[in-house]
């Protein structure tokens, strides 16, 4: 995975990157259906262009805090498990990152963090770079609600035909 083009993104006071060919778009984050009983990470789910999409507070994830404010975004990502929307602090540019700045992080061997998977290090600072798909197969019960999500998909479908 290249993280060469990346969008940089805040959360907290922490900056992180996305490759850019992950990344679907870049919206103001709008309404998301709460479910009940979902884990403390999971907003619930939104619609994007017509598809049912589950939303992650990468600010929980990270701090077990809601993120909140005028430039909170949230950047609809595709993984080839489940496409999602990341809920950031805010969405700040796109970055091409040369290879000699990109570091590989001994944290990935750390379970909490293996999605932590370089880190751009920059004359003035420094920048996460995360693996969505490691990101989403990392979260407890994730497994659980995407089988449900794509339940409800093919529910769904199945009305409509």
């Known amino acids: 995975m290249g993280f060469e083009k990346s969008v940089v993104f805040a959360c907290g006071q922490e900056e992180y ?3 850019v060919d992950q990344v679907i778009s870049i919206e ?3 309404r998301v259906t709460p479910i009940p009983h979902l884990p403390n990470y999971l907003l619930g789910f939104t619609r994007e262009r017509g598809e049912l999409i589950p939303v992650i507070d990468f600010q929980r994830v990270l ?3 809601s993120s909140n404010g005028e430039q909170v975004r949230i950047i609809i990502l595709n993984t080839d498990v489940v496409n999602f929307g990341l809920v950031v602090t805010e969405a700040r540019e796109i970055m091409d990152f040369d290879a000699s700045v990109l570091r590989q992080v001994g944290l990935v061997n750390y379970t909490k963090t293996a999605y932590f998977t370089a880190v751009a290090n920059l004359e003035d600072r420094m920048v996460t770079c995360v693996d969505p798909k490691v990101l989403v197969n990392s979260l407890e ?3 659980e609600i995407i089988a449900y999500l794509h339940k409800m998909i093919a529910d769904e479908e199945a009305k409509t035909s």
């Open 141 to 143: 019960g994730i497994r």
């Open 28 to 30: 103001k984050l709008t």
């Open 17 to 19: 990157a996305v490759p």
């Open 63 to 65: 701090y077990n805090r």
